[in-house]
C-alpha cells in the first residue's frame, strides 16, 4: 500500500492550496480517506475524513477547518483531495493522508486508520 501526497507549499494567509493524495495497492473504493496535520512541536491532529463509496461521500472537519476546508475523492483516479480556503498562519503544519475503515464514532482518531503517506508541509505566513 502506498499513499503519495503532494501538492504542499508556502502561502500567504489568506490564500488558498490544494493537497493530493494518491493511493495505490489497496480497493481505494473501500476505504474512508483522511487528513490529520502536526502543526510545529504540536501533536498530530484530525483534519478531515470522506467516508469511503457505499456510505456515499459523507465528510466529517475539525472544528478548526470547517467551512474553510473541503475534503473530496476521485474513486477513479484513486485520489483523494484537501482544498484549503482562507489559510491562516495557525493552518502551518505537516499534512498527512491516512487510509482506513473506522467506526463512525473514531473517525478522527489517528488509530482508526491503517495506512498512512509520508507528509506535505503546508507553510502559511502572516
Known amino acids: 500500500v502506498q499513499l503519495q501526497a503532494s501538492g504542499g507549499g508556502l502561502v500567504q494567509a489568506g490564500d488558498s492550496l490544494r493537497l493530493s493524495c494518491a493511493a495505490s495497492?489497496?480497493?481505494?473504493?473501500?476505504?474512508?480517506m483522511a487528513w490529520f496535520r502536526q502543526p510545529p512541536g504540536q501533536e498530530r491532529e484530525f483534519v478531515a475524513t470522506?467516508?469511503?463509496?457505499?456510505?456515499?461521500?459523507?465528510?466529517s472537519y475539525a472544528d478548526a477547518v470547517k467551512g474553510r476546508f473541503t475534503i473530496s475523492r476521485d474513486n477513479a483516479k484513486n485520489t483523494v483531495y484537501l482544498q484549503m480556503n482562507s489559510l491562516k498562519p495557525e493552518d502551518t503544519a505537516v499534512y498527512y493522508c491516512a487510509a482506513g475503515v473506522p467506526a463512525l464514532s473514531a473517525r478522527s482518531q489517528m488509530s482508526a486508520y491503517r495506512h498512512w503517506g509520508q507528509g506535505t508541509l503546508v507553510t502559511v505566513s502572516s
Open positions: 470522506i467516508a469511503r463509496r457505499s456510505a456515499s461521500g459523507i465528510t
Open positions: 495497492g489497496l480497493p481505494f473504493r473501500d476505504y474512508y
